[in-house]
Structures are given as C-alpha cells and as structure tokens.
C-alpha cells in the first residue's frame, strides 16, 4: 500500500522541523513547503538525502499544487515576537492568504488539515490558566497583534472551511515551546537566555521578571500534536506545559544548567508583553491521554549541547 502523504508548510521552521521527523517516523512521506524567512535548510538538512522527503522551496501564500496528499499541517508563520514584528506584513499574509491557500490544498484533495495556533489568541489573559473556552484579551492594534491577529483569523477561516466545505480540521493551540533548532537570535526567552549564560553576557529580564510563561519541550509538544493529528477534535486544542514560571526563575534555571555566572540585568517590558501564561491541559489529557513528561531543567539540559554549538558557530 502507497505510504500516507503529509505536507508540512513550515516545515523547515523550528516545530515544522520536528513535526517533519515525527511524520517520517509515523511512516509518512512528507512534503514541506517553506520560502526560508525564518525557517532554514540546517533544520531539514539531516533529511536531505531521504527519499521519503522534499523541500518545496517556495510562499505558501501563493497558489500553488503539490500534488496529492492525505494530510495538510499549516505551520508557516514568523513566531518568535522579534521575528513577526519584524516582519509584520508576511505575517499577516501568511494568516490569511497562506491559510486560505493551505486549506485550498486541504479541500481539493480531501486531506485532513491540522494547523498550529498558539496562546496568543489569549492575548494578555484575564483568566487563569488558560482553557480552550476562553476569548481571549487582545489589543488589535498593538505591535504584537500582526501575529496574534493574524492567528486568530486562522482560526476563524479554519472553521469557517469546516462548516461551509466540510474540511476534516483541528486546531492547536501552542504555548511556549523550546529546544534543539530554535533560532538562537530569534529573540525568544530560551534562546536569549541560553546564548547570554553561554557567552559569559549579562541575562536580559524584561521588567521585573515577574511575568510568568510555562515552557513545553518540543518532543512533548510534538506528541500532543500527533496524538490531535489522530483524533477527530476540531474544536482548539492547548498543548502545553501547564508547570509556571515567572522569568526570573526561568534565568535562574538557565544559569544552573549551563552553569554560568553571567548576571542579571533588568531591561524595559516590551509593550503589551503578557502578564501570566499556563495552559489548562484537562481537554488534552481527557480527549488525547496527553502530559508533557520533561520538567524546564531537564528540558534545558537537553537542549544545552544544541546551543553551546549554535553559540560557536555565531562567534566563528
Ligand atoms: N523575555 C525576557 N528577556 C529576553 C527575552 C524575553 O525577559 O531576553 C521575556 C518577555 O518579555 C516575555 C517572556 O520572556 O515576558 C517570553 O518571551 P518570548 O519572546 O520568549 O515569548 P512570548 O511568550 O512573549 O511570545
């Protein structure tokens, strides 16, 4: 029998990598589509000899036809908040015309469609933790809302493909994930901090590092996203670590991991950063038998080789 087909748009992204992996593993042949805007070849190099596997280089915001497929996951899209408000306009583009084109692909072959939304559809929550019933406190103009704006209309256009064409979908939403192939200058809290402990420089706290995040490590994260890839949920789905941290814990963490003396420095909250973030996970652990299993420490050292490197690598 044919081998399923998946294609994985951002699929040489960070989580569009992994998620690449994970389908091979699944036993399928797996087509990513990336133009390389904030995804790279170094993700998906690993891959490129393996016949089961292509990067189609090119914008998903464009039409295009990649022939038959069983399965679509929307994954392209800037993500790290450094990378989407410095490119806004894509950004947005690739919540509209890229998920309007992706579940064209979708449509047209009858495939399942799954596609990567995130907490930021909660925006600076006012409810705490975060269930999938909650709408969410977003400033729709603000530097952050080209991606949380931009999600949120993905969300929208997916279900409305599901209730007007009858497309098979299902929607995840991400909270903070971290580890091996995140961009070490894409500005993100782990990346930062990893490359500052790292490098002997002072670790960046924005505000007073009371704001707290819960951080996934990405094989959990990959999990929760095959097991709702199997499911026939289509209403959002969290998958996240539901263990908090405020930012300043997060640097300690990272500083005991790598073992480093680099001190603290505090430096001005970015706009609209949110206060608080944790996933209420009982949908995900009730419908899809999922728990993250790696706490942030252990998560961290996992990840600490990859970053040493990346580290190297920048300063040759
Ligand atoms: N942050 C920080 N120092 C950094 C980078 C980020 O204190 O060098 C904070 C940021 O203000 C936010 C949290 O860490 O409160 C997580 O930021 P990140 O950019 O990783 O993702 P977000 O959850 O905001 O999308």
Known sequence: MAKPRALVTGGAGFLGSHLCDALLGEGYTVAAVDNLLTGRRANIEHLRKDPRFELIERDINEPFDCGHVDYVFHFACPASPVDYMTHGIPTLKTGSFGTFQALEIARRYNAKYLVSSTSECYGDPLEHPQKETYW?????????????????????????????????TRIVRIFNTYGPRMQINDG????????????????????????????????????????????????????????????????????KVAGSKSAIRYEPLPTDDPKQRRPDITKARQLLGWEPKIGLEEGLRLSLDYFKNEALQEKA
Do not use: W
């Open 136 to 168: 969410g406190n977003v400033n729709p103009i603000g530097p952050r809302s080209v991606y949380d704006e931009a999600k949120r209309f993905t969300e929208a256009v997916t279900m409305a493909y599901r209730r007007y064409h009858n497309v098979d």
């Open 188 to 255: 993100r809290v782990v990346p930062n901090f990893m490359k500052q402990a790292i490098c002997g420089e002072d670790l960046t706290v924005y505000g007073e590092g009371s704001q707290t995040r819960s951080f996934c490590y990405v094989s959990d994260e990959i999990d929760g996203f095959l097991r709702l890839s199997r499911s026939t949920e289509f209403m959002p789905v969290n998958i996240g670590n539901p263990t908090e941290f405020t930012i300043l814990e997060c640097a300690k963490a990272v500083l």
